[in-house]
């Protein structure tokens, strides 16, 4: 056995993932750290085919969430002199830990955190951070004629000193997981290593944005750099995905700058005045299109950006939750909507370990599915400003397939009110961060809120608990609630920005399923004159020739006539006969009724035939479902 691979199978039963790596450090397996690992066979099988390989450990949660300050003396960089200068600027003192001395006479200092760390390129003139998603070269290893030597080893120290042992740690953490300050100047540095391409491209691309590049010449530049300077390069997709991100932002306003801001003559504001933006611009720019995760670009129920699910105590917000998160990783639909199917994070910090098995076991016994891959579930989560976007990024670094978050409830991740803080001011501090992330990584994040005891049922957004911000703040709000005290059905709410007009419906829970409903109605004969109307079979026979039709109820008649298809019924007769049947024109006939308000002149109506939402899962749907204001349009 050769001194490397001894030295692998020591850190890796030290709880380090390790890798081999190639003289110019780049990993021999595919995947680079994502391959790392503890398992002796596999590093036996590794250093056997390549027994002069170097040894990586991968830094992060693959190792018992080690981070590494690479302090760089190459080219006159002096990282060693900065970090030291930073640890006196900021009056800290750290106690021993590992430190390795690299062949450049630079130095590793290791850390360890319960928190994800982001890896940094440039942290510090000469000074990277080797976190999340990356890797570090481990002594014995030989590079550029030296080798890399233990200053103090795990032999000395049995593990790097965390913030549980040294509170300076966590000053440390803050600052390297901080965004960078607005107008810093961004260096690209020749050569991008691992850990830290995701990052330094994704800042190029934003910068590029910032400017005004057109979004080709942004991907074209972003792949140039990505082959010439990442060592080694992302995959192309990974780089579409990260410039797609990028484009996200107002072209020529993002907040990564490469190079100092111009000094305006005279100004005494300490920010870079805006220039005029036209509305012709803004009409010729490229437009993202909208990620929708339940429904339709016309009929959005759950989309990207920061979603509000408000509903009283005890009225099964966590169930409505369980059985979306089950349609989302299942790709089935979610009461009668289509999905987009992705991975789901599920921060449930109420309830109780043993009632989420139970819950869990009830869905799916009554969806006769097993547990889906995806679905994630967690119990704790960290406030906003105290790592709670920090863990959120982090889930998306391990699994970016991950489109829905859901923090139920969202109390328990609010900041502290401050004394001078209005709850208008507090509620948008707490969105806005939401808010970014959401938008960023495409992703939707549903805050689950209570309502007020009384119930409007006429102005059902208005019951959110909270401040109207609630409303102004999110992209999106869905409302629970029940018409009647011991009703079993719960009557859905529905608008946002994307939104054309409420989306309404009723549903059931009938035993951890939920099932969409007629809304209960006192006439039990009404089924029966639905089927037999004079006015529901001229619309069938007129839909059998037509896929859509949008007018008054008058222009109906007239184009009933004109087909030869007679009808007695006046407008105002056929009006309320649409409005009381949408639901049921869309099981019985797959017709869909929506109602659109035209100010204060006679509503318009729209008829489409052959909808293609999932009529498997709709018992019946209620009335008035969907309604749309025409100035909307």
Request: net charge negative.
């Amino acid at each position: 056995m050769s001194d490397l691979e001894y030295f692998a199978k020591q850190y890796a039963s030290y709880g380090l993932a390790v890798l081999p790596l190639k003289p110019d450090k780049t990993p021999y397996v595919a995947h680079g750290f994502e391959n790392a690992t503890t398992n002796e066979e596999t590093i036996e099988r590794w250093w056997k085919q390549w027994p002069a390989a170097n040894i990586g450990i991968a830094t992060g949660s693959r190792s018992m969430g080690i981070f590494v300050v690479d302090q760089d003396e190459k080219n006159d960089q002096h990282g060693i002199q900065n970090f030291e200068k930073w640890i006196d600027d900021n009056y800290l003192m750290f106690s021993d830990t590992w430190t390795v001395r690299t062949p450049s006479g630079g130095k590793h200092t290791y850390f360890r955190s319960t928190m994800p760390v982001r890896g940094r390129v440039g942290w510090l003139p000469g000074v990277d951070i080797r976190g999340e998603g990356g890797y570090v070269v481990a002594p014995p290893s030989v590079s550029g004629g030296g080798s890399y030597e233990w200053i103090t080893s795990p032999t000395d120290i049995y593990q790097p000193i965390s913030p549980d042992e040294d509170a300076d740690v966590e000053t440390l953490i803050q600052d390297i997981n901080a965004k960078p300050s607005d107008g810093v100047p961004l260096t690209v540095p020749e050569t991008i290593i691992q850990g830290g391409r995701n990052d330094m491209l994704y800042k190029l691309a934003c910068s590029l944005q910032a400017k005004g590049v057109s979004d080709v010449a942004i991907l074209a530049t972003i792949r140039a750099e990505n082959e010439a300077k990442c060592d080694p390069p992302l995959p192309d997709d990974e780089v579409e995905k990260l410039v797609k991100s990028a484009l996200t932002k107002t072209k020529g306003t993002a907040q990564i700058q490469t190079e100092e801001p111009e000094k305006k003559a005279n100004s005494k504001f300490d920010f870079e005045l805006q220039p005029l933006y036209s509305v012709q611009d803004l009409m010729a720019s490229e437009d993202k299109d909208l990620t929708v995760y339940v429904g339709d670009e016309k009929t959005p129920l759950l989309s990207e950006g920061t979603v509000v699910l408000a509903a009283p105590p005890k009225l099964g917000k966590s169930w409505f939750c369980l059985n979306m998160c089950l349609s989302l990783t299942t790709g089935s639909d979610f009461l009668g909507f289509h999905v987009k199917k992705c991975h789901v994070k599920y921060y449930d910090l109420e309830q109780s370990r043993r009632l989420k098995k139970k819950r869990i076991r009830m869905a799916i016994d009554k969806y006769k599915i097993q547990v889906p891959p995806g679905f994630y579930i967690a119990e704790k989560l960290q406030g906003i400003g105290r790592g709670f976007i920090e863990q959120l990024e982090y889930d998306i670094q391990q699994d970016p397939e991950i489109g829905v978050f859901i923090i139920d409830v969202f109390t328990y991740v609010e900041t502290a009110r401050k004394n001078t803080e209005t709850e208008y001011q507090w509620t948008y501090k707490n969105f806005n961060v939401i808010n970014e992330f959401s938008m960023k990584h495409s992703v939707s994040v549903v805050l689950v809120l209570h309502t007020r005891k009384s119930h409007d049922p006429d102005h059902p957004f208005d019951n959110i608990l909270g401040s109207t911000a609630n409303q102004g703040a999110s992209s999106h709000m869905i409302v629970l609630a029940k018409s009647k005290f011991n009703s079993k059905s719960i009557h859905l709410y529905a608008q946002g920005r994307e939104t054309e007009g409420v989306i309404e419906l009723d549903y059931v829970n009938e035993g951890g399923q939920l099932l969409i409903t007629e809304a209960e109605k006192d006439e039990p004969d009404d089924m029966m004159e639905f089927m037999d109307s004079e006015i529901r079979k001229a619309i069938v026979d007129f839909m059998a020739v037509n896929t859509r039709w949008k007018g008054r109820c008058s222009g109906l008649i007239e184009e009933l006539t004109k087909t030869g298809i007679g009808i007695d019924a006046g407008p105002k007769e056929i009006g309320g006969f649409l409005s009381k049947n949408v639901g049921r024109f869309m099981k019985h006939d797959d017709i869909m009724v929506t109602i659109i308000k035209n100010g204060t002149g006679p509503r318009l109506y729209e008829i489409t035939k052959n909808v293609e939402y999932s009529k498997s899962t709709i018992d019946t749907i209620d009335e008035g479902w969907i309604t749309i204001d025409e100035n909307m349009l």
